[in-house]
């Protein structure tokens, strides 16, 4: 396989994840060798006349602490190698490695070329050093990169262990994962909210076009868009003039966690391909400066949980209304057999107690403060926390729409609606993949392995989406 050029630009999160995962070769352009190299060349000479943070001085409340000793570097990377216990997923280790590369190549850092090549090996060679999470609080991932430094060997020397550790490239990497991870689960909840649809006999009309020309909000018109391409001809008459708000607000609930993965996806592809190094190396100077701090991710990650949050919610406000005969017409709990049987009851429960964990993790992790380093820094994004927290929301998120399908797949089939019936609107191969999937005793029994079915099913759906939010018109 040909190995894909790192040049610094263009990079995206698809990008760095299907890189990943696919253990893609890769080397440093030409361009960005030639632009490391002068940056190297150019912060040399600088450090002889001015002091550089990091490389004649100390680090936090040392920046006013000159020093030319030539194991500076050294004590530095063992210092801040300092990290907890838990180690990163070896699948994030790789990502973090291939964004650390891509930003070194921008040549902002005054990082010699050798070093991106030294990493390049690392990453060739799928000899990944083991990085821990712990100490990064969205101001760079001074830890885990430090232990990166000291995997790198001699490569490194006294002045280029600050430069090295001046990035979130870790934190990078957890959120084009959890970005991957929400775009196409995103794209998987109309399908879901169809199926609901069609066992509610919901009134289509919420999805007009002239609806959502009323109030042009972009995520909301895309929503819209996809349920009419979903439920357009449908031959079922609505069973109501106006149906609860699962049904009726579902494009304006949706289509803000649309909006928020497109800013992830943005604000990710800015900082995959920034000199975000302090200090930057630009031409003939240095600057010292604050672009280390990570609070647009964080923000990004927060605003994008938030808006999950209110998907989920209105997820069990459908499975509430799926096991109650007035919007279904059909039995309690879609039991089936003796009477009081229970049916579906507990998924329910199943579904609060996820969305319990979905509003946990859905708390802003940038409402928090630190103080560090003798006051030099006071100030914080927490992104590394606020990527961890996505993951598991969209976890949570996962069993709370695993509820819903397997709630509105057992109502379509008590109701006796086959796929057939709902030909030619293009729910109808939706439906016949879940009747397929799931399965069709109705009895009481444990319902843990349809659940599990069904996340499984979300899985497949979602790699059979081709169009990701932030990718798309």
């Excluded at 490569?155 to 929400?182: K, M, R």
């Excluded at 909840?189 to 649809?197: F, K, W």
């Excluded at 999950?308 to 039991?335: I, W």
């Excluded at 089936?336 to 609060?352: C, F, N, T």
């Amino acid at each position: 396989m040909e190995p894909i050029e790192i040049s610094g630009v263009g990079l995206t999160p698809l990008d760095v994840v299907s890189l990943g995962q696919r253990r893609t070769p890769v080397q440093l352009a030409e361009t960005a060798r030639k632009k490391m190299a002068d940056s190297a060349a150019a912060v040399a000479e600088i450090a002889l006349h001015r002091p550089v943070y990091g490389r004649t001085t100390g680090v936090g409340a040392n920046r006013d602490v000159l020093t030319n000793d030539p194991e500076h570097g050294a004590r530095l990377l063992a210092s801040h190698s300092t990290t907890g216990t838990t180690s990163y997923p070896k699948e994030v280790v790789r990502l973090g490695l291939l964004i650390r590369v891509n930003q070194l190549a921008t040549g902002g850092s005054g990082l010699a070329p050798e070093v991106a090549d030294a990493i390049v090996g690392l990453l060739n060679d799928d000899n990944l050093p083991d990085l821990h999470r712990g100490g990064a609080i969205g101001t760079g991932d001074l830890g885990p990169l430090a232990e990166l430094g000291l995997a790198l060997g001699d490569v490194i020397d006294g002045t280029s262990a600050l430069p090295l550790l001046s990035s979130n490239a870790l934190t990078l990497a957890d959120t084009c994962l959890a970005y991957v991870e929400a775009a196409t689960l995103i794209n998987v909840v109309p399908l879901v909210g169809a199926l609901s649809h069609v066992a509610l006999r919901g009134n289509a009309e919420v999805y007009d076009v002239r609806v959502h020309e009323a109030r042009p909000q972009p995520g909301q018109v895309r929503v819209a868009r996809r349920m009419r391409g979903l439920l357009d001809e449908l031959p079922l008459p609505p069973a109501r003039i106006q149906d609860p708000f699962g049904l009726r607000a579902f494009a304006q609930v949706l289509g803000p966690a649309v909006d928020h993965v497109d800013a992830l996806g943005n604000a990710l592809t800015i900082d995959l391909n920034a000199s975000a190094e302090n200090p930057l190396v630009a031409g003939d100077t240095v600057l010292h400066n604050g672009n280390w701090h990570a609070m647009p991710i964080a923000l990004a990650l927060d605003s994008l949980r938030l808006s999950l949050h209110s998907v989920a919610t209105l997820s069990t406000s459908r499975v509430a209304n799926l096991v109650d005969p007035e919007f279904t017409g059909l039995s309690r709990f879609l039991a089936s057999g003796a009477e009081a049987s229970s049916g579906v009851m507990m998924i329910e429960y199943v579904a609060h107690d996820a969305l319990a964990s979905v509003r946990s993790t859905a708390q802003p992790a940038t409402l928090g403060t630190a103080t560090l380093s003798r006051g030099a820094e006071h100030h914080a994004s927490f992104a590394p926390q606020a990527a961890v927290l996505t993951a598991q929301l969209l976890d949570a998120l996962r069993d709370v729409l695993a509820c819903e399908l397997v709630t509105a797949v057992r109502a379509a089939r008590l109701a006796g609606i086959t796929p057939e019936q709902l030909a030619p609107a293009a729910v109808s191969p939706w439906l016949a993949d879940a009747l397929a999937a799931l399965p069709d005793d109705l009895t009481d029994r444990s319902l843990r392995d349809d659940l599990e079915i069904a996340r499984g099913l979300l899985t497949q759906w979602g790699d059979r989406q081709v169009e990701h939010p932030a990718e798309s018109g």
